[in-house]
């Protein structure tokens, strides 16, 4: 599917600078302290959580905890060793079953086709000009940042082997049946 409206190069080229722009206040974020980096990884973690907590109900995972207000914890480094670290989100899962574990773990995944899906439509929607460029882009990033699987997250989805077993045949089926 592509838009019905090119996106103008020139606004194109702004919001990428823009992109940029917004990665680079992201890691001085990082590093400027909590507060800075609560504030801004905020949006994608409310889409991150939230798409754990649709994919939970969905699959029948009974989800019976959401949080989006950050929390100080106990932490375990590569090497072993402990340190405080900031949880910013989480969803709780009363039923980690063979149906819920894998696609509730990986549902924030959803969020890159979301991103795409913005970024093809968005001038269907809106007029192809400087401010709903700029919008467009922080949109995007956000989706893209609030994707990412956490540890924890990646621990979940492979909590349950016959799971990811189930998964893997029906994708396979699936691609076996549509690959030409």
Known sequence: MTSAVAHPPLLHFAGIVLAAALGAMQGRADRAGPFWRILVRLPGTLLHEMAHLVMAFITGGRPAGFTVIPRRTVGVTAGGSTRQVWVLGSVTITNPSI?????????????????????????????????????????????????????????????????????????????????H
Do not use: E, K
């Not at 890159?112 to 401010?131: E, K, S």
């Not at 609030?146 to 089926?173: E, H, K, M, N, W």
């Open 99 to 179: 149906i819920a574990a894998f696609p509730s773990g990986f549902a924030p995944l959803l969020l890159l086709p979301l991103a795409w899906f913005l970024y093809d439509n968005w001038f269907i929607w809106f007029p192809p000009d400087l401010p709903h460029s700029l919008l467009m882009y922080p949109a995007v990033v956000i989706c893209c940042g609030g994707s990412l699987p956490s540890s924890q997250d990646v621990s979940v989805a492979f909590s349950r082997p016959l799971g990811l077993l189930l998964y893997s045949t029906i994708g396979s089926c699936i691609w076996l049946t549509y690959r």
